[in-house]
């Protein structure tokens, strides 16, 4: 089970997607965005996931070097047609786009359909907050898969359906929040299934529809929950109106598509703060409201008080000296595809 230096880690997973057929650039973007992931903890859209990715394209799911289509738009609005590429690279590039249309029109929104998994959300949100926006995003997994039992339900009806929110300020850590409206995302499910752990109840019920903590659970039929235990109906609704937002709007639908193929569809939205107030302004008083917030005293037990973002920017300073513990289930998937494949690896 080894720790290993985040560029190292980089450097495998662009050199495994290249060797299974990605391009040079498309890699680095991809391999980019899940090593950022380990890095911030959140580890179920990390390296365990170049495995997924990898199958996908031998299955001819997802389409290295797809073209990117904008198939309508406006001077504030764009829609996009992924060709099924790597989302990461589609998504990107179309939060770009947005940001550009907001420079010149102060908001603009984009919708994006037939892509692969963009990961975490927060990285594309952030983009626009680098260039002095409020950043908003929507996932869905569109027509793939559904994990998540709507509430009072046990059968799967929806996605984890996640959406992120992102601030300019001027704290060290950017503010942001970036949550899926499950009780917990899949990929955490299958991270604690890979390093044989139970998982808190209140995250899945059996296909049974009865409450359990075998994260195994999840692929034998069970279905996540949603957000908000005993209020449930919060994080219910929100997914709802997230999967409108994400699969209706984008114009992928609802359900499954009976070849279960992979595709998240997205809205962006991005708002220039310039255009409601100066944003040297604004971003100052989001500063201080940050620390304001994380200058109340502690609870019992808690050790002190962290805005939205800040824990995501410890974690990465911290795994960047330390380097990212791969699982060992996941250590020998990556192996076993390097050999596959050809690859020696270094580490």
């Not at 070097?65 to 989302?87: K, L, M, N, S, Y």
């Amino acid at each position: 089970m080894p720790t290993i230096a985040a560029d190292q880690l980089q450097t495998i997973a662009a050199r495994l997607l290249q060797a299974a057929g990605a391009g040079e650039e498309e890699a680095a973007i991809v391999a980019r965005h899940c090593v950022g992931a380990n890095l911030a903890g959140h580890d179920s859209h990390g390296i365990i996931q170049i495995p997924n990715y990898i199958a996908q394209i031998k299955k001819g799911d997802l389409v290295p070097g797809a073209p990117f289509e904008i198939v309508q738009e406006t001077a504030t609005t764009t829609v996009v047609d992924g060709h099924w590429g790597f989302g990461f690279v589609v998504s990107e590039r179309a939060m770009q786009i947005t940001i550009d249309k907001a420079r010149q029109n102060n908001v603009a929104a984009t919708t994006v359909y037939r892509q692969g998994h963009i990961g975490r959300l927060t990285d594309y949100a952030l983009m626009a907050a680098e260039a002095g926006m409020i950043g908003l995003m929507t996932a869905d997994s569109g027509r793939g898969p559904k994990f998540v039992a709507p509430l009072g339900g046990r059968t799967r009806r929806l996605g984890s359906n996640p959406i992120c929110i992102a601030m300019p300020s001027n704290l060290e850590a950017p503010l942001f929040i970036d949550m899926a409206t499950s009780a917990v995302a899949v990929g955490k499910i299958k991270v604690a299934a890979q390093r044989g752990t139970n998982i808190p109840e209140g995250w899945v019920i059996s296909q049974a529809g009865q409450p359990t903590t075998d994260p195994n659970a999840l692929d034998q039929g069970g279905a996540l929950l949603p957000l908000g235990g005993s209020e449930g109906y919060k994080g219910y609704g929100l997914s709802v109106m997230i999967e409108i937002f994400s699969g209706i709007l984008t114009g992928l639908g609802f359900g499954v598509e009976p070849s279960g193929r992979h595709n998240d569809g997205c809205f962006i939205a991005a708002f220039k703060v310039d255009a409601f107030r100066p944003l040297e302004q604004f971003k100052a008083e989001v500063t201080e409201f940050a620390h304001y917030l994380t200058a109340s005293p502690p609870a019992a037990g808690v050790d002190r008080v962290y805005y939205p973002g800040e824990l995501e920017h410890l974690r990465t300073q911290e795994r960047l000296a330390t380097g990212i513990f791969v699982e060992e289930a996941t250590w020998d998937q990556i192996k076993r595809l390097a050999g596959e494949l050809g690859l020696e690896l270094e580490i």
